[in-house]
């Protein structure tokens, strides 16, 4: 496999996400920070609220602009310091799908997210991201551990 040049890296505030951004910030710097079209996209799943009864409701405006400061600001901290060209995205939508949608909408070579995100139990019941991503993404997945070293 040829090294990724756009990479879009699944970021939820958990440990296991930030290793992910770290695992890909990496991967960038080895193999030459100012290669043209290089990028990092990272992606914050906002998921969307069902209700019983099928109404699905999108979170308001206020909660999306609180997320998105926190991944500009605390969540993606490991790209600030970097010359690696990056951006950070909040999406609507199904992890699975959405981190899907993202890869395939901004060309992505690669998809990195951690073994375990912030939702914690659910992945147990119908099968967690990274392992959907696996079997349903149509470019590479990488699932970093969490005591994967960085080098």
Avoid: F
Avoid at 3 to 29: N, Q, Y
Avoid at 116 to 135: C, D, F, K, N
Wanted: aromatic share 2%.
């Amino acid at each position: 496999m040829k090294t990724p040049r756009r990479i879009v890296v699944g970021v939820d505030g958990s440990e296991d996400s930030g290793r992910a951004l770290d695992w890909a910030v990496t991967l960038m710097e080895d193999r030459g920070m100012e290669a043209p079209g290089g990028e990092i996209i990272a992606v914050h799943v906002l998921g969307l609220l069902t209700h019983l009864g099928g109404t699905t409701v999108v979170p308001s405006t206020g909660h999306r602009s609180e997320v998105t400061a926190l991944l500009e600001r605390e969540w993606c901290r490991a790209l600030v310091h970097t010359r690696v060209a990056h951006r950070a995205l909040v999406v609507d939508g199904e992890p699975v799908h959405a981190l899907m949608r993202a890869a395939s909408e901004r060309m992505a070579d690669l998809i990195v997210v951690g073994r375990r995100g912030a939702g914690g139990a659910p992945g147990l019941v119908i099968g967690s991201t990274s392992q959907q991503l696996v079997h349903q993404a149509v470019c590479p997945v990488v699932v970093v551990p969490p005591e994967s070293p960085l080098r």
